[in-house]
């Protein structure tokens, strides 16, 4: 099979993503783009879509799976661009829409996948890499962002499902946390012009995601931003709570990053109580925490739209056996080492907080109160496991 490269292009502002996607189809000539409508899962059918920049190419639909449109996006995708990838491909075109030969006399150089508003690129990227192998290499992974709609995205609470946005009847996502994901995980962001965005949302966006390569659509390469390559297992590392490269501080037009590290466990009542005063405190919050009562499991933060997280990420690392490091991704072991204590190893306190008007001091004060006391920390870790399991529910949720 020849090689296709993909670039997917995701995101909740559908109007960013779709000139992002518009964009590529007129610079990249041939170029072909390929949308799964999981707006019409209600009916039982996805509708798919291939295009090129002159207009609809080819129609037709996937039947859902386990009655989940994700599922049936998952099963379609890869049979689609491996259809693509064929030698001398032809596609069929839809009576009356784009003119023949426009595109497609030649190859198809590049397979545009757009996302349906919800989908998050990280899954889709790992289906293509784990099933479409070396002839559809994912060369580029992009979220369509509207500045002006930055900060009211990720301060929105509501589930998807009530949104008309979820992609099963399980889905118990929110606006906000798959906003956050979404834009978190792509290296390349696609800003549209958009004359409400002031310096303040530009900041908070710095600020949620300060590696990410910001591209103007229409005035600037996005075409070589896609293209330049996307490596699948190093994204999925960045996003692991026990290895993620976390924001630094930042003060900028009104918008703040805090970040509060810390070597002492939390007291698990403690912090429960104190959960949706942390949670409400800032925009965006996530990270890696230690509870004194489970004093071998790493924890992670995530939190937006005023909704927490909380999850296992599995053994801190300085609690595996020694024969069991060498199993240990060498990401995971140097991100031990930067927060590696003496005694004890790479257990710790990493939050990052960001949010427009931060009180730091108040944050810092709260979360402080909830470490454990000298004399709770003295009295050694047997002592710990015997403290109230606060998180015992929220955990096993």
């Known amino acids: 099979m020849t090689r296709l490269p993909v670039v997917i292009v995701?995101?909740?502002?559908?109007?960013?993503?779709?000139?992002a996607v518009e964009e590529l189809l007129a610079t990249i000539p041939g170029s072909v783009a390929l949308h799964h409508d999981l707006s019409t899962a209600v009916q039982g059918t996805v509708v798919r879509t291939l295009r090129d920049a002159a207009g609809i190419l080819d129609t037709g639909e996937a039947p859902l799976v386990n009655d989940c449109a994700c599922c049936a996006l998952r099963e379609d995708l890869v049979p689609e661009l491996e259809r693509l990838a064929e030698a001398g491909l032809t596609v069929?075109?839809?009576?009356?829409?784009?003119?023949?030969?426009?595109?497609?006399?030649?190859?198809?150089?590049?397979?545009?996948?757009?996302?349906?508003?919800?989908v998050e690129p990280k899954a889709m990227a790992e289906v293509i890499a784990a099933h479409g192998g070396p002839a559809l290499p994912v060369t580029g992974v992009i979220t369509g962002v509207d500045p002006a709609l930055l900060l009211p995205c990720l301060g929105n609470g509501d589930d998807l499902m009530d949104a008309g946005l979820a992609a099963a009847a399980t889905d118990l996502r929110t606006v906000a946390d798959t906003w956050a994901r979404q834009l978190e995980y792509a290296p390349v962001l696609a800003l549209v012009d958009s004359p409400e965005a002031d310096d303040a949302d530009r900041a908070l966006l710095a600020q949620l995601h300060p590696t990410a390569r910001q591209v103007r659509i229409g005035h600037g390469d996005l075409a070589g931003a896609a293209l330049a390559g996307f490596d699948v297992e190093a994204a999925a590392a960045a996003q692991h709570p026990a290895c993620a490269l976390l924001p630094a501080e930042a003060d900028e037009a009104g918008v703040s990053t805090f970040v509060w590290h810390r070597d002492r466990p939390f007291h698990p009542e403690r912090l429960y109580a104190a959960l949706e005063d942390l949670t409400c405190a800032a925009a965006r919050s996530?990270?890696?925490?230690?509870?004194a009562d489970r004093p071998d499991t790493l924890l992670h933060w995530d939190a937006a739209g005023g909704a927490l997280c909380v999850e296992s990420a599995g053994p801190w690392l300085v609690s595996l056996p020694d024969a069991a490091w060498d199993l240990v991704p060498p990401v995971r072991r140097a991100a031990a080492a930067l927060d590696w204590h003496p005694q004890h190893g790479d257990c710790c306190q990493h939050l990052v907080f960001t949010s427009p008007g931060l009180d730091r001091d108040g944050l810092a004060e709260i979360l402080e109160s909830c470490l454990l006391t000298d004399t709770e920390y003295g009295a050694g870790r047997e002592s710990w496991k015997g403290l109230p399991r606060a998180f015992d529910t929220l955990l096993e949720a």
Request: aromatic share 6%; net charge positive; glycine share 14%.
């Open 92 to 118: 069929p075109q839809v009576p009356g829409s784009a003119a023949p030969g426009s595109a497609r006399a030649g190859r198809t150089p590049i397979a545009v996948v757009e996302l349906w508003d919800s």
């Open 286 to 291: 996530r990270g890696r925490f230690w509870l």
């Open 10 to 19: 995701g995101g909740l502002h559908a109007q960013a993503r779709r000139a």
